[in-house]
């Protein structure tokens, strides 16, 4: 009987990859984002371990929203004081932090533990199309 392979933490190799954001769906560009976080897209993947690469978005502030969800969609928060919720609509989220947008959607994608936030950390947004992140040599990615 063969036993079940699990990836030794020496042995997880990370590549940095950089995907542009324009003209696409925000929920379609983030579940392929959150695979590449998670480590999905490789042989040696395992759920209780964090095996995924880095992802750089560029130009976030260009990510599309189909149907009316640019009027009607909400972004919520609660202070957890009494009276203390917060609603954004995404016209306004979009105005005021372009790159949350995407990080957001990223983040509901991903598990909702401690290996969900370490993953969340190797996503990196930018709303325009300069990133500090060249010494990485990030490969392009591409997302239908």
């Known amino acids: 009987m063969s036993k079940t ?8 190799e990370r590549q940095w990859h950089l995907v542009d954001a324009t003209g696409k769906t925000l929920g379609r560009l983030a579940s392929e984002i959150a695979r590449v976080l998670r480590g999905k897209h490789k042989p040696a993947f395992a759920p209780h371990l964090d095996t995924g690469d880095f992802v750089i ?19 919520r928060r609660h202070s957890g004081r009494p009276g203390g919720l917060k609603t954004v609509m ?14 957001l959607a990223v983040r ?12 969340l950390k190797k996503l990196k947004v930018y709303a325009g199309p300069d990133h ?13």
């Open 90 to 103: 995404a016209r306004q989220l979009r105005q005021r932090h372009p790159s949350r947008m995407i990080e």
């Open 108 to 119: 509901g994608m991903l598990p909702k533990n401690s290996l969900g936030r370490q993953q």
């Open 57 to 75: 978005v560029v130009n976030a502030e260009k990510v599309v929203l189909t149907g009316r969800k640019e009027d009607q969609k909400a972004y």
């Open 132 to 144: 500090p992140h060249q010494a990485q040599q990030p490969q392009p990615l591409e997302v239908a």
């Open 5 to 12: 392979y699990s990836p030794k933490r020496a042995e997880i």
